[in-house]
């Protein structure tokens, strides 16, 4: 399985999950409050407090489920990083309130710390496929043929032969926009790929281009 795979799995496990937390404290505040891990908690009319959480963590689920649906997998896995910082504010809160040192460890602390896993991991696998994947550059000074960009050169031209033959347009072949790239995905240095053209001259006026 691919790490693109994997972290799709992880984020829609992570979505499912804290949707249906968020749904639990909107639809039944007073039977789910326990299970956050606080020794006492709202009754009453402060159930209104234990909703608030609800539906923080509904909307905390559905901007996860946006980018992940729309492709921004990218700013995915920065909103990971950043709503990981909720659950570990979840788990310092019972932990300084003298709650369930289980919950606070097993349930928020590790929640946390697997969307920050997770964010990483997806950072890593878009940061590899921006740097394989070609920039468009404009060819350099020194690269030009005649004053013209590099780009939008058809090739050489052949001259006026001794017998008077009219002077002929190479036949515009496999052109190619010049592109850079990257050694790996570490590394700062770049590497300008320019288009080259190879003709080679044949008896009877004629010249060969190569193909590749």
Known sequence: MSLKKINTVLVAAFILFILWFGTEFILSPETTAPGFGLPNWPSGDGDGFLIIKGIRDVVLALVLGILLVTGHRRALGWVLLVEALAAYGDMTTVLAHHGSVAT??????????????????????????????????????????????????????????????PRRRVPDVGRRDPWTTRRDSDSEQRFDVLPAWLVEDLPGGRVRVPMA
């Open 104 to 165: 606070a460890l097993g349930v928020h602390g590790l929640t946390a710390t697997l969307m920050v896993v997770n964010g990483l991991l997806i950072l890593r696998e878009t940061r590899t496929v921006a740097a394989l994947r070609p920039h468009p550059l404009r060819c350099p000074p020194e690269a030009r043929i005649g004053g013209a960009d590099a780009r939008n050169w058809k090739g050489p031209r052949r001259r006026r032969s001794d017998a008077g033959r």
